[in-house]
């Protein structure tokens, strides 16, 4: 499953997360769209404590629907300019890198 992001019914405008009013037309009507994929723009490295402890990456992904998302990177592989699929996975976003 993708995560969504959400087009102005009034504009066309996308937004994520959802709003309840678009930023350029102040309409409040959205739909959801899934969003399979795009393009990592930035990486950080982060660590984790608590229950699951070490280094986590996140990326900065410009979508392919539009917006840009955050997601927990699955390869240590993915670098900046890389296009990576977008998954939902125990309730967070995921980029794994595109092959092929």
């Known amino acids: 499953m993708h995560p969504s992001v959400f087009r102005c019914v009034q504009c ?58 955050i997601a927990r990177v699955l390869d240590e592989a993915v670098q900046r300019g890389d296009k990576v699929a977008l998954v939902l996975r125990d309730g967070g976003i995921y980029a794994d890198l595109v092959r092929g």
């Open 12 to 69: 066309d405008h996308r937004v994520f997360p959802a709003r309840f009013l678009c930023p350029m037309c102040h309409g409040d009507e959205f739909l959801a769209e899934g969003c399979a994929s795009g393009v990592v723009t930035e990486l950080t490295r982060s660590a984790a404590s608590g229950e699951e402890p070490g280094v986590y990456m996140l990326a900065t992904v410009a979508s392919d629907a539009g917006p840009v998302l």
